[in-house]
């Protein structure tokens, strides 16, 4: 720890005389005060600590290293805004420092501000280029930010100087399984295997993607050559047994997978992975015949793999679809017993405690929720459902004050906060807020959300308005009818 403050210092010091030379009895003053905030950080004494940098930052108001401290201790302690500011200062004052803008990067993140992330990955590719999780991490951001043709072109860009990266490929294929792009799917699965001709994953992950389409002959042209690698690979072998036997159905498919799924030397998140695509196609279809098969299958591995998360999380998610929810709600809570920092199993959980009407369990799950992750908005918005569905209206319009900040620039989830607020204001018969607040809803939401219109209806209800609160509920049907899903 010494070494380390003896080297900020120096740091702070050279910062210190940036815009011209102090006497050394100052700079020796600033060292020692520096230090000491450092220290009490190094101690979790921030409220100690941040006055002791705030007075040295008002000394020095372009010092990069005591704001980037600042920002520090503010994120720490969940002053959000503070540290955005802060952060934002010390990128403005130390461009090129690696350290400030890895934190400043990461921080955007944790607050959801996927463009300002992507500059300071972007900055890095530059500034340290030989750690190339930068150009992974640039890529994500863009994709997390809508900027999926942006992210193609710095791809293309980037494989016209370097190798073929996977994990860039990775990041573009996911995106594009999400968007059903089967085409460029194919593509980028297609470049990963002739890329990479000995990994069998990809030519597994090719095969199937391939069998899963009703493309036979292309999966086994694929599944032969991960077999020409490994002879007993389990996931080629199990596929062609039931390519030659049954047909390859998915129904089928999946129940050769049990010798993969019992093989206790497979990595479990593989198996989980292969089992993903069965599942999107049962929320899709609704096929009783591939909802059993997935249900018996994800149940067989959670028995082979007991202590792992996401097996427990991808049965859940089944038994869900089949519409067994309390053995989903329980089988998410186990899973949160294991290992509670998923946030995708805290979501589940909290959207079927809401469609069973757990109003009481929800409350307490979302409010745990916001202690881990006080970053993500649904830990907010469905406590302040609960908070509603319980008539505590109040208490459910401070949290959404809270969530609104938090949403940042998406006007998306800013829309489903003020939806709520002004059921929150209905509820506490405070009409005129409720409807600047359903206004205000819609409006953000560029008039697409339904929610909003329907809540609007029934505040038109309150004022006796019943044709403008006709007109209201047709256009959420309209809205629901072209199946609107408010990005998140």
Not at 225 to 235: F, G, L, S
Request: aromatic content about 10%; glycine content about 4%.
């Amino acid at each position: 720890m010494i070494g380390c403050i003896v080297i900020l210092s120096s740091i702070l010091s050279s910062s210190l005389t940036a815009q011209g030379e102090r006497s050394t009895q100052q700079q020796v003053d600033a060292q020692t005060k520096y230090m000491d905030a450092l220290i009490d950080t190094y101690m979790n004494k921030y409220d100690i600590a941040i006055p002791k940098f705030l007075e040295l930052y008002r000394e020095d108001r372009k010092n990069g290293v005591v704001a980037l401290e600042l920002a520090k201790a503010y994120h720490i302690t969940e002053n959000y805004e503070d540290a955005d500011k802060y952060a934002s200062i010390a990128v403005r004052e130390l461009p090129e420092d690696v350290w400030v803008q890895l934190f400043y990067a990461d921080l955007m993140i944790d607050l959801e501000k996927y463009s300002e992330a992507g500059n300071a990955f972007k900055k890095l590719t530059i500034i340290d280029s030989d750690d190339l999780s930068h150009i992974d991490n640039y890529i994500k951001s863009l994709v997390s930010n809508g900027q999926l043709k942006e992210a193609e072109k710095e791809v293309e860009t980037w494989h016209k100087t370097h190798e073929i990266r996977e994990e860039l490929l990775e990041v573009l294929y996911q995106e594009y399984a999400e968007q059903k792009n089967e085409k460029k799917a194919e593509k980028t699965l297609k470049l990963l295997a002739e890329a990479y001709p000995s990994n069998s994953r990809y030519l597994n992950n090719l095969a199937q993607f391939y069998l899963q389409r009703g493309k036979k002959k292309n999966a086994k042209e694929w599944y032969d050559k991960a077999i020409a690698i490994d002879a007993n690979d389990p996931r080629a072998n199990a596929a062609l047994a039931t390519l030659n036997s049954e047909g390859g159905d998915d129904a089928s498919f999946l129940r050769s997978m049990l010798p993969v799924i019992e093989d206790t030397s497979i990595d479990p998140s593989a198996k989980v992975r292969e089992l993903i695509p069965f599942l999107d196609k049962y929320y899709n279809t609704q096929d009783s015949v591939l909802g059993s098969s997935i249900l018996e299958i994800t149940s067989r591995l959670c028995l082979v793999h007991p202590g792992e998360v996401k097996c427990l999380a991808i049965h859940a998610d089944a038994l869900s679809l089949a519409g067994k929810n309390q053995e989903a709600i329980e089988t998410y809570k186990k899973s949160l017993t294991i290992d509670n920092t998923t946030f995708s199993v805290w979501s589940q959980l909290m959207v079927l405690l809401l469609d069973e009407k757990s109003y009481t369990e929800l409350s307490t799950t979302a409010y745990d929720a916001l202690d881990y992750f006080p970053n993500k908005m649904e830990g907010y918005y469905y406590y302040a459902i609960a908070q509603n569905k319980l008539e505590n209206h109040q208490e459910a319009i401070e949290i959404l004050k809270e969530a609104y900040f938090i949403s940042g620039k998406n006007n998306n989830w800013k829309s489903k906060v003020k939806t709520e607020e002004a059921y929150s204001f209905l509820g506490l018969k405070k009409y005129p807020e409720s409807q600047k607040s359903i206004e205000e809803a819609i409006a953000l939401s560029e008039g697409k959300n339904p929610l909003a219109w329907s809540l609007q209806g029934d505040i038109y209800d309150t004022q006796g308005f019943q044709e403008k609160a006709d007109e209201a509920r047709k256009k959420a049907e309209e809205l629901i009818s072209k199946d609107f899903k408010p990005k998140q």
